[in-house]
């Protein structure tokens, strides 16, 4: 089943669709944001210089420093009597970052989520467990409000207490699982460390799983795990929260909501557009918001958009999961490697689990990067022999496939500390000095 109409539109409709958009959100960030109507003029650019979707490219960049510039409300478009919620970022490194709604931002945004939960197959007869944060984090209310719509019955669980989440998912018959898929997978150890038989005491059938990249063996691994349908659910805060595309059954690239949110990728370093097919930043513009029209704003996520057609019968383009962000790309000696790739190189083996942080320091002038990763219960701790060839069978992985090398080492099951939000894979103390 597909939530809502526009996702199946022919492609030109959905042209014309976004161009009278474009054309809109253009001429009221000029009128009613200071700092648009200024990069605008900086560049000598009139918004009657817009005319279709393809003059996109001609508009300036935002970038999250220009949020945190503007701190709290400088980029809103709408005074605060037509705001009915304010969200905003942690604001660990500096000043947090500050987005608001209206109460049309609202619907559209429980929308994007009504798409991706039908897409995972969630209906009125399911039970949403809810196991984002809530709060100022965009992702508990954020799929709160999408499952409310979908009319499914929703449990806001929020983050933390493990054991209890899984207690309640098993008592209250959840089907589908909303949270990170690192929470996920603590939920899952946790419930099978109390002694719960998985297929026998879950009812669960799909997980609406975000907010931080994720690989295919972590993804995989969870799917079959918990004997479930894994779809992806993709979003940002500066853009709406979650809800900004997400997986089908057909695919484990996700579709972009392209009515409401304009993809383009474009070469961080040069800044140009590139074409389909080529893995570059994500830059996105908001096409309906009301409170905070965002125009271009470069995500720092590393994608390629696919413009294949889909079997699902939707027409919105997909993009590919996520690979890591800009600035999480570690250069390691010289060579670019992403948290993901790493993982995905783990995930290939058996004797070890996905739980694992990469730790990178100075050593004199070159960089030295260490995996410390868990193995599995079936692995032998006292056998030295044996961890010695397994940490070997790990670096050459991790050579041959990433063209890194590292030293590993192997930690009982259960050492690393486990997220229950968004989860700390790299530790850089490079950066610390
Ligand atoms: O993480 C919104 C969200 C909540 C998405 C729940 C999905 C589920 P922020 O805290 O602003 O918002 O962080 C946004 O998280 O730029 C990506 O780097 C990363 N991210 C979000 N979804 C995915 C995903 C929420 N499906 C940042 N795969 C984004 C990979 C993701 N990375």
Known sequence: MIWSIEESLPREKLRQIQTSRLIETVSKVYANVPLYKKKFDEIGLKPEDIKSIDDISKLPFTKKQDLR???????????????VRIHSSSGTTGKPTVVGYTKNDINVWAEGIARVLTMGGVTNNDIVHIAYGYGLFTGGLGLHDGATLVGATVVPSSGGFTSRQAMLMKDFGATALACTPTFAMHILETAEQEGYDINRDFKLKCGI???EPTSRGLKDEL?????ISYHDIYGLSEIIGPGVAGSCKHSNDLHIFEDHFYPEIIDPETLKPLPYGE????????LTKEALPIIRYRTGDVTILNAELCDCGRTQIKMKNIMGRVDDMLIVNGVNVFPSQVEHALSNIKEITLNYQIIVEKKGYLDKLEVMVEVTEDMPMDSIGALEQLQKKIQAELLNSLFIHSSIKLV??????????????????RSLK
Do not use: C, H, M
């Open 279 to 286: 893995k570059g930043e994500l830059v996105i513009t908001s």
């Open 69 to 83: 510039d503007s701190y709290p409300f400088g980029l809103f478009a709408v005074p605060n009597s037509q705001l």
């Open 223 to 227: 799917a079959k795990r918990w004997g």
């Open 412 to 429: 009982e099951p259960r050492t690393i500390e486990r997220s229950q939000g968004k989860a700390v894979r790299v530790i850089d103390k």
């Open 209 to 211: 799983f975000g907010a």
